[in-house]
């Protein structure tokens, strides 16, 4: 790579902006080309695939991306390829990142998916690991429920025994 010169040719960054919903420079830029099983953007250059988050990195700032490193998301969605939503991280920052940030919202739910308040008598603390989870009583005593009556039927619970 000679100093300077554009890392893609032109045809390459219009297939690349089509797929790009490009919106206000805070906020998200959705891929709506190929995605893969996560709902990571890809897209061929020269025969090969690429994570459309590494390409929009190389295209901001015109160095190529180093593979040792993740794309890791600001704003959590994964098909988002605004580069100032991207930073660099080792898997382990990826990782670690995802940890606390599955910490934080254990910690900020008040109520689970049924809308059962997450307090007092209600509130079940699950040692998982070396972390807790917040369970609501109700439906951890609904799913035992269930799960009791269908061992009794002999049904099988999604496949495990
Ligand atoms: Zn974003
Ligand atoms: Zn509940």
């Not at 390829?81 to 991280?89: E, F, I, M, T, Y």
């Not at 998916?113 to 609501?136: F, M, T, V, W, Y």
């Not at 799960?147 to 002999?154: A, I, M, P, S």
């Amino acid at each position: 790579m000679s100093g300077g010169e554009p890392m893609f040719d032109e045809a390459t960054l219009v297939r690349f902006w089509d797929y790009v919903e490009k919106r206000g420079a805070d906020e998200c830029w959705l891929w709506s080309g190929p995605r893969d099983r996560p709902g990571y953007g890809n897209m061929s250059v020269n025969k090969i695939r690429r994570r459309a988050t590494h390409l929009a990195m190389e295209i901001a700032t015109n160095k190529p991306w180093d593979p040792a490193f993740d794309a890791c998301h600001t704003c959590d969605t994964p098909s988002c390829v605004n580069p100032a939503h991207l930073w660099a991280g080792t898997r382990r920052d990826n990782v670690l990142d995802m940890v606390a940030k599955k910490r934080h919202y254990q910690q900020l739910k008040t109520h689970c998916l049924k809308g059962h308040p997450l307090e007092g008598a209600n509130l079940k603390i699950r040692k998982d690991g070396r972390s807790h989870q917040r369970e609501c009583l109700i439906c951890y005593q609904a799913y035992r429920y269930d799960w009791n009556r269908k061992q009794r039927l002999g049904i099988e619970n999604g496949g495990r025994k």
